[in-house]
């Protein structure tokens, strides 16, 4: 281990033995699930264990369900009820223990995904920032609901109420800053939560275990560990779910839908797939577009929902464009993530590799080219960005979202060919448009509008910031994640009505002065 610098070294593998349930980290001593990284320790390479997780069942499915079912307690239990200034207490709580593990969860983000350390860092760090941001935001909407209003002779006080159990089931390529802008919101608002790790991703969330337990009260979120088929799907069928909050693809969502005996009854606030196009003119600015293209087709190595995932390049430029961009990925440098001015990293799938393989071989059997001169090189953990060209619609990489390292690159003549496929795509989430003139944009921006849900003018796609709305059309998501929008989605409007009479103004001024229900008062929080 002596390449790997000593602060980053996995001396001692974690071995997580406990599992977070009616407020209690219960000791786990059944069968457990080695977590392998896909970074070598040793100079030959070998994958390293990191550490184990616990390999649940139905019975512990059943037993965190019970227990966030009784904490929601048929809307009577503690967390639901509670002062919105006492949930945001427990939430300040649990942040400000949750920064004394940066270095914990930095370390763990970068051997179980390959996340770079920089860009592990600014995902600890925009977590922790989104969490405020969310508090903040949830003092906002509660001092809009903190008065009455009196329409044709009612008075009524408006506010935002928790809706009941929610499952949340978070990515591995964002394991703590995508899971928890669905769990964030979802607990704040009142919900009791049942939250399983993704397969990636989930031993750098031991280091929280402990804030968890001792910010909120029991039953308030529950932690269980396991696969899908073996955990989810119980918890599901137990039709005790009100709300399905997941970020990964299509199918895992509707088969657990599908396994909700009362479907009409489940809120989804799905964060799903996309194909996002990049689309470039031919008075594109060559230099920015390349640029940006680099950075949304191979930040993280492709393993973004937000990431380009096909270039739409204007014959014109075609040439030009292809022959300085892969230049550019061919200068790119792959090293561990603790490396400087490492761009790839290895890759925490270790099937991934062969999958990519897999593209590129149908893609060249179909006429296209890798046109760099790295493409498709291979170590035991990694797969170079292969730039393919010329892309058609016969190609699995054209219909695939490939989330890993391949460039497919296509021509247009016309702007009508990539407008048409983005029509006919299940996919609508971004799109980045590189061009300059205004009567050709301005028209292009108009229709993409009704596509996607964001048009990224001269600039990579993303999510950020999270101020902004972030979703999708068809295939991609159902909901909307920002700060704003994700406490509504977690959440209902619910009211107190009464008749404009001295009786009930008598009992609604009593209820205000005494202050005993958490409901009708009109105290701001600063």
């Known amino acids: 281990m002596s390449f790997i610098p000593e602060e980053y070294q996995i001396n001692t593998p974690l071995v997580q033995d406990t599992y977070l349930v009616n407020g209690e980290l219960k000791k786990w001593t059944g069968q457990t699930t080695p977590v392998f990284s896909t970074i070598s320790s040793t100079e030959k390479y070998t994958p390293t264990l990191l550490g184990s997780i616990p390999f649940m069942g139905e019975a512990e499915a059943m037993e965190v369900v019970e227990s966030a079912t009784a ?46 350390l920089g860009d592990s860092e600014k995902e600890f760090d925009r977590t922790v920032e989104y969490i405020y941001d969310t508090i903040e935001s949830y003092k ?8 009455f209003s009196k329409v044709q002779g009612i008075n009524a006080m408006v506010r935002r109420g928790p809706l009941g159990v929610v499952l949340c089931l978070g990515p591995y390529n964002y394991p703590l800053n995508e899971t928890f802008s669905l769990l964030i919101p979802a607990l704040i608002m009142g919900n009791p939560v049942i939250f399983k790790p993704a397969k990636h991703g989930v031993l750098l969330l031991s280091p929280l275990l402990e804030a968890f337990r001792s910010s909120f009260p029991k039953g308030a979120i529950n932690i269980v560990y396991g696969r899908g088929r073996e955990v989810a799907s119980p918890i599901m069928k137990s039709g005790k779910v009100d709300i399905l909050a997941l970020i990964g693809n299509s199918k895992s969502a509707i088969a657990l839908q599908d396994q909700h005996p009362n479907k009409n009854r489940l809120r989804l606030v799905l964060g799903l797939e996309a194909k996002n196009p990049a689309i470039i003119l031919p008075d594109a600015d060559l230099d920015l577009a390349i640029q940006e293209c680099i950075v949304g087709t191979l930040s993280f190595n492709g393993q973004r929902c937000t990431a380009l995932k096909i270039l739409y390049v204007h014959e014109s430029i075609a040439e030009e464009f292809n022959k300085r961009f892969a230049a550019k990925v061919d200068s790119l440098v792959f090293g561990n993530p603790w490396d400087k001015s490492v761009s790839l990293t290895p890759l925490p799938e270790p099937e991934k590799p062969h999958y990519i393989q897999e593209l590129i071989y149908d893609a060249t059997h179909k006429g296209a080219k890798i046109i760099n001169e790295k493409g498709g090189l291979h170590t035991e953990n990694f797969i170079f960005p292969a730039v393919l060209f010329p892309i058609n619609k016969k190609m699995r990489v054209y219909h695939e979202e490939q989330f890993g390292p391949v460039v497919p690159i296509l021509t247009f003549k016309d702007i009508q060919e990539p407008l048409n496929d983005m029509a006919e795509s299940n996919y609508g989430q971004q799109v980045s448009l590189f061009g300059k003139d205004i009567k050709t944009i301005a028209p292009l921006i108009d229709t993409l509008v009704n596509l996607v849900c964001r048009v990224n003018l001269n600039s990579s796609c993303q999510r950020g910031p999270d101020v902004f709305p972030f979703t999708g059309r068809k295939d991609s998501a159902v909901g909307t994640l920002s700060i704003h929008d994700a406490l509504r989605s977690f959440s209902i409007r619910t009211f107190v009505a ?14 205000l002065n005494s202050k005993e229900s958490n409901f009708i008062n009109t105290d701001y929080i600063l």
Do not use: H
């Open 71 to 116: 904490a929601y307690n048929k809307g009577q239990g503690l967390w639901p009820t509670m002062k919105v200034v006492d949930r945001i207490k427990c939430m300040e709580n649990f942040v400000s223990q949750m920064k004394t593990t940066r270095t914990e969860v930095v370390k763990l983000l970068m051997w179980e995904i390959g996340k770079s």
């Open 498 to 511: 009464s008749k404009d009479n001295d009786y009930n103004n008598a009992i609604l001024q009593e209820l």
């Open 140 to 147: 906002e909407l509660n001092s809009r609901g903190a008065s």
